[in-house]
Nanobody, 119 residues
Framework: QVQLVESGGGLVQAGGSLRLSCAVS????????MGWFRQAPGKEREFVAG????????YYIGSVKGRFTISRDNAKNVVYLQMNSLKPEDTAVYYC????????????WGQGTQVTVSS
């Protein structure tokens, strides 16, 4: 069982930056794939970015490419989401999640952290 705890959310003005952290504990494997998702009020949860734990290969949705960067610290078992040039439409609850491989379903989720971007 993997446990995930997000932190780093908050209120920021448009154009500002935030860095989210996801602390990972429990049993993990080299093929694990970490993802960041977000859910805005009245909208479905959407995938934002992902990273393969071992290789560091990354994936992004188009709307955040060039603004967000996902990374991981293997020694600390932490996954980060650096968010720059934030826009009001980035406002959402952000969740990290893990799956055992890139083709599996995401099986463990954190509790979420609120990101609010004011215009």
């Amino acid at each position: 069982q993997v446990q995930l705890v997000e932190s780093g959310g908050g209120l920021v003005q448009a154009g500002g930056s935030l860095r989210l952290s996801c602390a990972v504990s429990g049993r993990t494997g080299s093929g694990y794939h970490m993802g960041w998702f977000r859910q805005a009020p009245g909208k479905e949860r959407e995938f934002v970015a992902g990273i393969t734990w071992s290789s560091g290969r990354t994936y992004y949705i188009g709307s955040v490419k060039g603004r967000f960067t996902i990374s991981r610290d293997n020694a600390k078992n932490v996954v980060y989401l650096q968010m720059n040039s934030l826009k009001p439409e980035d406002t959402a609850v952000y969740y990290c999640a893990v799956r055992v491989s890139v083709v599996a379903e995401y099986g463990s989720w954190g509790q979420g952290t609120q990101v609010t971007v004011s215009s």
